[in-house]
């Protein structure tokens, strides 16, 4: 099914349009070998600044997809500072070798005036009561922008229907944002959306930190500050594989002996509804399926993390 990766087959093609990438996802499925199966058509939506975590990511869906579009697309709706939105990193020629060396077959990567052609969006979805909470309630707004666009690049992407061959399509989303996936799955189920979501577990680096691309916005003091995340999730993790009491409050003293890193929250969640799981913390032994929430600044800089229970 797969065209696996090769660095010597050059760069992927580079679309700019929506009428071009779905000339080029058309022109690119009807030269799939089929051999009486549905193409596999997979989206992988990033806001580029990629790294090590993007590239895991997409080599996971080129081995499950015969043809792979990446886009690469800064959407300001998602950002409730304009600051943090103008220091995002930015560096296109960059981010295609890395999706060159994946196994990318086409790069969708359009200016806003594409993606919102009169301007920001009147009408947009609401992420609701999911979205309102730990990043929702940090971050006002950031979930209804990110919804926009993944509701827009999920609809571009889609199967052209000059196709006249069947299209299994699927699009995949880092494990690291899992708010985000919650709300992505909910959104495609609640409207009906022709698209499987994937998700694909966190790459962290040697010493334990999830990869990001605001990482490299860290200092080397204030990267070693960050591994504190970690350290506080692999706690609550040792604790919940013995089934023993959680005891959240100790990861969060952790938190409080490093300076320079700032814990905005630490809890515990049902995976699917995101609904808090206290009654699961503290004194009796930790049983069923949780996902332990984080997220902190170091300096400047936002990160969150997150890590699963009992699985």
């Not at 071009?20 to 996802?25: D, F, K, S, T, Y």
């Not at 992988?44 to 996971?60: I, K, Q």
């Not at 880092?174 to 709300?183: E, F, H, P, S, T």
């Not at 997220?295 to 997150?306: C, K, M, Q, S």
């Amino acid at each position: 099914m797969s065209k696996p990766a090769d660095p010597a087959s050059g760069t992927p093609h580079i679309v700019r349009t929506a009428t071009g990438l779905e000339q080029a996802i058309a022109r690119a499925a009807e030269t799939v070998d089929r051999q009486r199966r549905p193409v596999a058509l997979g989206l992988v939506p990033t806001m580029g600044a990629l790294h090590e975590g993007h590239e895991s990511m997409v080599s996971a869906a080129r081995e499950q997809n015969d043809v792979l579009v990446v886009s690469v697309f800064v959407n300001e709706l998602q950002f409730n500072d304009a600051a943090d939105f103008e220091r995002y990193p930015r560096n296109l020629s960059s981010d295609i070798e890395i999706l060159a060396r994946a196994g990318a077959d086409i790069v969708f990567a359009p200016d806003e005036s594409e993606i919102y052609p009169e301007g920001r969006p009147l009408i947009q979805l609401g992420s609701g009561a999911l979205g309102e909470k730990f990043e929702g309630a940090s971050r006002p707004g950031h979930f209804d922008g990110m919804l926009a666009v993944v509701a827009k690049l999920l609809h571009l992407a889609m199967p052209p229907a000059s196709l006249d061959i069947p299209v299994a399509y699927s699009a995949y989303f880092g494990q690291k944002d899992a708010q985000q996936l919650v709300l992505i799955n909910r959104m495609v189920s609640d409207l009906n959306y022709p698209v499987e979501i994937r998700s694909v577990p966190i790459t962290r680096s040697a010493q334990g930190l999830a990869l990001s691309s605001r990482n490299q916005l860290l200092n080397d003091e204030q990267a070693r500050a960050a591994l504190v995340i970690h350290r506080a999730l692999k706690l609550i993790k040792g604790r919940a594989d013995r089934h023993e009491p959680l005891y959240l409050e100790d990861a969060v003293g952790l938190f409080e002996m490093e300076p320079l890193v700032e814990l905005d929250y630490l809890e515990l969640v049902d995976p699917r509804t995101l609904r808090e799981l206290a009654f699961n913390c503290q004194d009796t032994p930790f049983t069923g399926e949780g996902l332990v929430l984080v997220a902190a600044t170091v300096g400047e800089v936002r990160l969150i993390d997150n890590i699963t229970l009992g699985y």
